[in-house]
Structure formats: structure tokens, C-alpha cells
């Protein structure tokens, strides 16, 4: 298992999704049709994965003249995977002070 395999699988990627971002890093450009091709995953798992990466932000959809012609590009896996990091942080982070905040009120309400 490389790096890459390795930081994907503990950030959570599924089986399709890593399949579908493997292939889209190492051509820097497929459609859905090509994807499908080299993964042997069917077209509409294909789809769901793409759907799932570029709502995690690791892959940006482009348009040419019809939907059906759109190509997947990947985002640099160290942007995509430090952003993603930094936005489970900032979400811990949220919770955490809120844990504090409340533990704070309480024992403040304690003392008085």
C-alpha cells in the first residue's frame, strides 16, 4: 500500500472512490465512459463516486458542450487532503470549545 493509498483509506474514501481518484490522478483528466473503463465499475457507481469526491473536494467536474462529455479532473492530493484536514480540525475545534464553553458555565454556575 503506497502513502497516498494509505492517507486516502484513513480520511475515509470508499473502495469505488478510491478506484475512481486513482485513475483520475494518474491520467489528470478522464469522463465518466473512461473511468468506467479502466475501474470495471459500472457506470452509475462510477457517477456516485465522482458525485462523492467533488463534494469532498477532491475532484472538479468540467463541462464541455454536453453533460455526457464532461471530463473529472483531480485536485493536487496534498491541496485536496490538507483541506480536508483542516475542515475536520475546524470541526473538532468547534466542538471541543463548545465542551469547554459548557463546562465553563457550569462550574461558574457552581461557584456562585
Not at 468506467?36 to 467533488?54: F, G, P, Q, R
Not at 483542516?86 to 456562585?112: F, G, H, P, R, Y
Amino acid at each position: 500500500m503506497s502513502d497516498l493509498d494509505e492517507v486516502l483509506t484513513k480520511i475515509g474514501f470508499t473502495e469505488d472512490e478510491f478506484k475512481v481518484y486513482e485513475v483520475v490522478v494518474a491520467f489528470n483528466f478522464r469522463t465518466i465512459g473512461q473511468i468506467s473503463s479502466y475501474t470495471n465499475m459500472d457506470i452509475s457507481n462510477v457517477k456516485h463516486a465522482c458525485e462523492s469526491l467533488i463534494s469532498k473536494n477532491f475532484m472538479k467536474k468540467i463541462v464541455h458542450k454536453s453533460p455526457e462529455a464532461a471530463v473529472y479532473i483531480p485536485l493536487t492530493p496534498k491541496i485536496a487532503i490538507t483541506a480536508n484536514v483542516s475542515q475536520n480540525l475546524s470541526t473538532k475545534l468547534e466542538k471541543l470549545s463548545s465542551q469547554v464553553n459548557e463546562l465553563w458555565n457550569e462550574a461558574q454556575s457552581n461557584i456562585d
